[in-house]
């Protein structure tokens, strides 16, 4: 039974001098923080045996990975299902006691946590994620894939398949700027989940990061 590690990647800090919750909105791209945590990783995953690289369509995403994909003389593949979860928050300020969530007029956009109201529901998340891990999982399999992609649909991939509840406190997210969420499979089969960080932790509540 072959063994595979696909390699769930969160992009690295992203420049955002205003501090606006940029979601899939164009033309945010990686600091120049970013950039150097994406050759940290990159380094970090010069000696393994990366056989496929794929990063959500986003540019900071792309620009993560691109220095993955060079390392390891591959083709750098675009798969949309890895893309920042959607939210009607999109280009305003959302920090508590801040902006956008003083506004009584976006309150009803707060309705059910659960679900959650404001934007792309969980289960949907986890669903387009697992599709691409898999496709990454046949891809590289025997070896190992990288997939770039954000924090939200990566932590939200980690719990579906831990079986826990897919609402959660965003300050608990464990899924830091450039950190892997590594998934390890026997042939069809996860068997283990591991959690790096190549460049430190990071705060899962500072606004564009």
Not at 30 to 39: I, T, W
Request: one cysteine or more; aromatic letters at 6%.
């Amino acid at each position: 039974m072959s063994r595979t590690v696909v390699h769930m990647l969160r992009h690295g800090e992203v420049h955002n001098p205003t501090g606006i919750l940029y979601g899939r909105l164009p033309g945010f791209k990686l600091s120049e923080r970013g950039q150097k945590q994406a050759l940290t990783v990159a380094e970090h995953l010069r000696d393994h045996d990366i056989a496929h690289v794929v990063a959500s369509p986003l540019d900071r995403a792309q620009q993560t990975a691109a220095p993955i994909a060079d390392s390891h003389r591959l083709e750098l593949a675009t798969d949309e299902r890895l893309i920042e979860a959607d939210n009607q928050f999109e280009g305003l300020k959302v920090a508590v006691g801040d902006g956008a969530l003083r506004s009584p007029k976006h309150w009803p956009k707060l309705i059910n946590p659960f679900r959650p109201s404001w934007g792309e529901p969980y289960l949907e998340i986890a669903h387009r994620m697992l599709g691409a891990v898999q496709r990454a999982r046949l891809a590289a399999e025997g070896h190992e894939a990288v997939c770039v992609s954000h924090q939200l649909p990566i932590w939200t991939l980690r719990r579906f398949l831990e079986g826990k509840r897919m609402w959660h406190d965003p300050r608990r997210r464990e899924c830091s700027l450039a950190s892997l969420t590594s998934l390890v499979f026997e042939g069809e089969e996860l068997v283990r989940v591991v959690y790096t960080e190549p460049v430190g932790a990071t705060n899962p509540r500072v606004t564009g990061a």
